[in-house]
Every structure is written in structure tokens, then in C-alpha cells.
């Protein structure tokens, strides 16, 4: 019941092209969920964050939707660029647990130029 | 932005052999974590800490695992007879406050026991 479920495990798109990765939970208690961008030799850094009481968070480029009922939530990269070639983890975090972190297993995003 | 760091950037150990991974954590952080990496798998939780105590711990934290903070700056985690099976990246993380706060990583350290 704690685990996050994402796909795909990679994902190749053209620049100007929209990367889509997708995540799945079934704890109901999670309350928080984090997305973390991660370059090669790199710790994960936080990205874009969304609580489920609203649907859909964006900042820049980067677009978080959020299905309560579906208990499933995407991160959209919209006009993916080169530089945005990264792993990119979701992860939940239950509210009652600190920053205990459950992550997914990754998407390896390639941007093609 | 401020960082958190994790030194060495690589260990390398014989098994059965006990290593202090270390961590400075960002000044006026109150929390702290380990997390880890096994190649190609997802990243997870090991501990959390608060005011010289463990919060929580994973299953994965089981005996052969300690954490200290010896001093007002370094946060540092013991295994105390490494497996194969511990080689991993370890991330160190902290954050000012325990719930709804930015969680900040090191860049790691890659441990590879032999």
C-alpha cells in the first residue's frame, strides 16, 4: 500500500515536444506530492510540488495534474528542451510522517535536439 | 541556494567493514534524513532525525545502521559491518521543518562494498 507506481522507465521526446510521465499511489494518506528532478551524479532536487485538494499546479514549463479519485497523478514538460534530460521521480509523503518520502522508480527522460 | 554536503563523494570498503558516511546539512535546518540508491532502483527512505533522535526508521535500518550528530554541523550515518548488498548511493537530506517543507539532497555518496 506505500508504494508509487511510475511509468515509463524512459521516455525519449524531441525538443519542442512534450514528455509525459505518469504515477500511480494507493495509500490514501498521502497528502504531498513532490516531483524530483535528477542529473547524473546529481541528488534529486525538487521540481514542482502539488497537494491533493487542487488539480492541476504549474511553474514554467512544468505542469503537475492530479486525479484524487484515480488516486494518480502527471508531470507534463512542456517544449522539452536538452537540458531537461534528467531521471525525474514522483514520490508521496504521508502527512503524518515528516519528510518520509515514498519515491516511484523513475522515468530517464532523453531530449533529442 | 544553499546546499547540503556529503563527503566522500566515493567509498570504497571491504566487506565487514565499518564506514562513516558524512553529511553537513544546511545551517538552520532541524530535520535530517538518509536516503539510498541502489543502482537502477528507486530511492529509499533509511532514517530521520530531530533533536539528537531517531523520528523514524525504515526496515531497511536494522542494526548494522546508526546515525549521530556528533557536533552542531555534521550529521553522519555508520554502517557497521558493510554487505555487498549495502553498496548503494546514499543521499543525505535535511529540511527546516519536519512536514510541509522543501527537502534539500546532497549530491551522494557512492558506496561500493567488495
Known amino acids: 500500500q506505500q508504494q508509487v507506481k511510475q511509468s515509463p522507465q524512459s521516455l525519449i521526446v524531441q525538443k519542442g515536444g512534450i514528455s509525459i510521465i505518469n504515477c500511480a499511489y494507493e495509500?490514501?494518506?498521502?497528502?504531498?506530492f513532490p516531483w524530483y528532478q535528477q542529473f547524473p551524479g546529481k541528488g534529486p532536487a525538487l521540481l514542482i510540488a502539488?497537494?491533493?485538494?487542487?488539480s492541476e499546479k504549474k511553474e514554467g514549463r512544468f505542469t503537475i495534474s492530479f486525479n484524487k479519485s484515480a488516486k494518480q497523478f502527471s508531470l507534463h514538460i512542456m517544449d522539452s528542451q536538452p537540458g531537461d534530460s534528467a531521471t525525474y521521480f514522483c514520490a508521496a509523503r504521508e502527512g503524518a510522517a515528516g519528510n518520509k518520502l515514498t519515491f516511484g522508480g523513475g522515468t530517464r527522460v532523453l531530449v533529442k535536439p | 541556494e544553499p546546499e547540503v554536503t556529503q563527503t566522500p563523494s566515493h567509498q570504497v570498503t571491504q566487506m565487514g567493514q565499518e564506514v562513516i558516511l558524512r553529511c553537513v546539512p544546511i545551517s538552520n535546518h532541524l530535520y535530517f534524513y538518509w536516503y539510498r540508491q541502489i543502482l537502477g532502483q528507486k530511492v529509499e527512505f533509511l532514517v530521520s532525525?530531530?533533536?539528537?533522535?531517531?523520528?523514524?526508521k525504515s526496515e531497511i535500518f536494522d542494526d548494522q545502521f546508526s546515525v549521530e550528530r556528533p557536533d552542531g554541523s555534521n550529521f553522519t550515518l555508520k554502517i557497521r559491518s558493510t554487505k555487498l548488498e549495502d553498496s548503494a548511493m546514499y543521499f543525505c537530506?535535511?529540511?527546516?521543518?519536519?512536514?510541509?517543507?522543501?527537502?534539500?539532497f546532497g549530491s551522494g555518496t557512492q558506496l561500493s562494498v567488495l
Open positions: 532525525f530531530y533533536n539528537n533522535e531517531i523520528s523514524e
Open positions: 537530506a535535511s529540511s527546516r521543518t519536519g512536514a510541509n517543507e522543501k527537502l534539500f
Open positions: 495509500n490514501t494518506a498521502f497528502d504531498y
Open positions: 502539488i497537494r491533493p485538494d487542487v
